[in-house]
């Protein structure tokens, strides 16, 4: 059993890792400004919840040293790519200052182990597909660079203070609990599964397609969907790994496999039996074509594979999260 500090636990991939933790025995303190986490999505977890934002040292000294932590999660951050644009310093601030506020508090409190949420973002316009975590990062928007540097300052804490670090480069994150009990919850929401979904109830005229002359198969973005529970699996993974003496190390976490945004609206028409009008509308800027992932780094190192392989049933989680809290939490 592990005590696990989880910051931005509130959010919707922390509180499913979270859930995956308690579930498993091991003693978990969330610490959340609920600026857009869900004090709902951890209620009944059984982790203790303590609110506070990262950005604030003393809190996080007072924290580390009434309770101690055998590793700290870090999830708390700004994660729109179109807001970072029109919003940059609130963006490294909130990210890149958010994350050496929590790496100080953990270095004067003697605490190694740390998980890092990173994004498929780092990466740009690939240059190749499927994406390995050699390729050269070259972030195109604020957010993305926010977070690569956060990638580079833990490898130079490694050095200098020994901390042991896993980077987590999440794909396109989708799905919902299977219990229905837990889900996205964004405002506004801007990811496509959740608006498709929102479309199928009728709480939505219609999806809008960002772009059809893109250079792909149908002339739509495609991306790589990789369920919340796969991705809280990796995490309790490269927890584990850490607490057994493994060295840092930087994973993508994909599915392997792309889908188009036409073929996420025609399996979303599938899974919910609803139509689903869409309309063609202007590319998205900062939208890269196609980012699939290659995760086969972590599934040999660490024996991840994705429980939601079928992009149908990911779509079938996120459905019942939605339908039954058509308006979230
Ligand atoms: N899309 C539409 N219509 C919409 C919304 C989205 O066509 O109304 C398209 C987008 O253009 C994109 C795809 O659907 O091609 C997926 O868009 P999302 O907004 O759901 O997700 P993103 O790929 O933009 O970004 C997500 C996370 C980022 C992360 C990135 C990494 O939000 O934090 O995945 O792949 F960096």
């Known amino acids: 059993m592990s005590r696990y500090l989880i910051v931005g636990g509130a959010g919707y991939i922390g509180s499913h890792v979270v859930r995956a933790l308690v579930e498993r025995g091991d003693t978990v303190v969330v610490l959340d400004n609920l600026s857009t986490g869900h004090l709902e999505?951890?209620?009944?977890?059984g982790a203790r919840f303590i609110p506070g934002d990262v950005c604030e040292g003393n809190g996080l000294d007072r924290l580390f040293r009434c309770q101690e932590f055998d590793c700290v999660m870090h999830f708390a951050a700004s994660s729109l790519v179109g807001e970072s644009v029109t919003k940059p310093l609130d963006y490294y601030a909130n990210n890149a200052g958010g994350a050496i506020r929590l790496l100080e508090a953990m270095q004067?409190?003697?605490?190694?182990?740390?998980v890092f949420s990173s994004t498929a973002a780092v990466y740009g316009e690939p240059s190749r597909v499927p994406i390995e975590e050699s390729c050269?990062?070259?972030?195109?928007n604020p957010y993305g660079r926010s977070k690569r540097f956060?990638?580079?300052l833990l490898g130079d804490c490694a050095k200098?203070?020994?901390l042991r670090y896993a980077a987590l480069r999440y794909f396109n994150a989708g799905g919902a609990c299977p219990s229905g009990e837990i889900g996205e919850d964004h405002s506004p929401e801007t990811h496509l599964i959740p608006l498709v979904l929102q479309v199928a109830l009728g709480q939505r005229e219609r999806i809008?397609?960002?772009g059809t002359d893109w250079p792909t198969p149908d002339g739509t973005c495609v991306r790589d969907y990789v369920h919340v529970c796969d991705l809280a699996d990796a995490h309790l993974l490269a927890a584990d790994r850490l607490a057994a003496g493994g060295e840092s190390v930087v994973f993508n976490l994909g599915n392997e496999r792309g889908l188009s945004v036409r073929e996420v609206v025609d399996?979303?028409?599938?899974?919910t039996g609803r139509e689903i009008p869409v309309r063609d509308a202007p590319r998205r800027s900062g939208d890269p074509a196609r980012l699939v992932a290659s995760s086969s780094r972590i599934r040999s190192a660490l024996g991840w594979s994705?429980?939601?392989e079928d992009p149908g049933e990911l779509i079938e989680t996120a459905w019942r999260w939605h339908r039954e809290h058509p308006h979230g939490y």
């Open 41 to 45: 999505a951890i209620a009944t977890s």
């Open 108 to 114: 004067r409190n003697g605490v190694d182990n740390f």
């Open 136 to 140: 050269t990062p070259q972030p195109t």
């Open 150 to 152: 956060i990638e580079q």
């Open 160 to 162: 200098a203070y020994g």
């Open 208 to 210: 809008d397609i960002y």
């Open 267 to 271: 399996l979303a028409r599938r899974v």
């Open 306 to 308: 994705p429980r939601f």
